[in-house]
């Protein structure tokens, strides 16, 4: 029974012109049906079909599960071998924000794994093209969604790791780390996670707990790097961050790297229940509400700013 060896999958990672490998199911009366041959690329067309029926999900074929990230990959690295410029950076945060996708639909090891690799790869092309760590923030899109969001801080932090002298394995880690730092909303229901008013303090808390989940995702998959980003990335300074409101130095630096981008992206970012920041009033708010009251370090504060106006944003 082919029902059986199909896999629900969320039509955000597909990818129009691509996925060839993979042939897409949809289930029609409660039988699958083939909707995309293997060997063909999706047309876009019939994508756009998909998504005016309002068709969230589609079924592949459980063993060809891999092949999305592997295809990405590919994508990714033709990418990185074109000129290094704002518009391949762009092409280049779109197939993050599927790589996104994929991981918080399926975060089963070897998917972290091949994001890691990718990461890796991304983090030798900021250090081989250092000019384009100065213009990621052009590239941010603006959305809501946790996909966006998550990409939107990666390429944040690559270009703020390297201004602060990041390189290597060091860059490498933060990189991954910040890719993966919100990885714990897995856990949090959707109704929370994609609700458009302000949550309530009920729903707070529970929002609150993707630090911990994600702490303990990576932690289980040996990724012990980067589960202290997962788990520290809303502590502050002054200890009234959470979970463990620990404060100071009890605080590693990669977490407090990762915060300030995330604090940024979130200002400057749309959310429905309110209007999204201009840079300069973003980093206004961030010097006012945060460096000012000691929640997060001053000194990173102040080289973030000077990060971001070296290409004056
Ligand atoms: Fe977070
Ligand atoms: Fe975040």
């Known amino acids: 029974m082919i ?15 691509r996925n060839r490998k993979i042939s897409v199911y949809l289930f029609i009366q409660g039988k699958p049906v083939l909707y995309k041959k293997k060997n063909i690329p999706l047309e876009e067309e019939k994508l756009k079909r998909l998504k005016d029926n309002h068709i969230s999900h589609v079924f592949i074929k459980k063993k060809e599960l891999s092949l999305f990230v592997t295809d990405l990959e590919e994508e990714i690295e033709e990418l990185l071998r074109r000129e290094a410029n704002l518009k391949t950076l762009k092409e280049i945060l779109s197939r993050l924000e599927k790589v996104s996708e994929f991981l918080f639909a399926f975060p089963e090891k070897e998917h972290f794994e091949h994001t890691e690799k990718i990461s890796g790869r991304i983090s030798q092309y900021i250090e081989e093209n250092p000019h384009i760590s100065y213009i990621v923030a052009f590239a941010i899109k603006k959305d809501f969604k ?31 780390g910040s890719f993966f730092h919100d990885i714990g909303k897995v856990k949090v229901p959707d109704e929370i996670l994609k609700k458009p008013e302000r949550l309530t303090p009920e729903e707070y808390e529970i929002l609150k707990k993707h630090t ?5 995702i990576l932690q289980a ?6 589960a202290g980003i997962a788990y520290e990335h809303h502590e ?7 979970p463990r409101k620990i404060r100071g130095s009890e605080i590693s630096w990669e977490p407090q ?39 997060i370090d001053r000194n990173l504060f102040v080289e973030f700013v000077l990060f971001l106006y070296r290409h004056k944003i």
């Open 146 to 176: 946790t996909a966006v969001h998550v990409t939107n801080v990666y390429i944040l932090c690559s270009g703020f790791a390297y201004h602060l002298g990041l390189r290597d394995e060091k860059l490498e880690k933060l990189m991954a």
């Open 3 to 17: 029902e059986e060896k199909l896999i629900k999958v969320p039509i955000e990672v597909l990818m129009p012109g």
């Open 236 to 242: 502050f300074l002054d200890g009234t961050g959470y």
């Open 212 to 216: 911990f989940w994600g702490y303990e």
């Open 257 to 295: 790297v990762v915060q300030i981008c995330d604090i940024y992206e979130a200002l400057t970012g749309i959310r429905p229940y309110r209007k999204s920041l201009e840079p300069f009033s973003a980093l206004t708010t961030m010097r006012d509400e945060f460096a000012v009251k000691g929640k």
């Open 221 to 226: 998959y040996r990724f012990d790097d980067y």
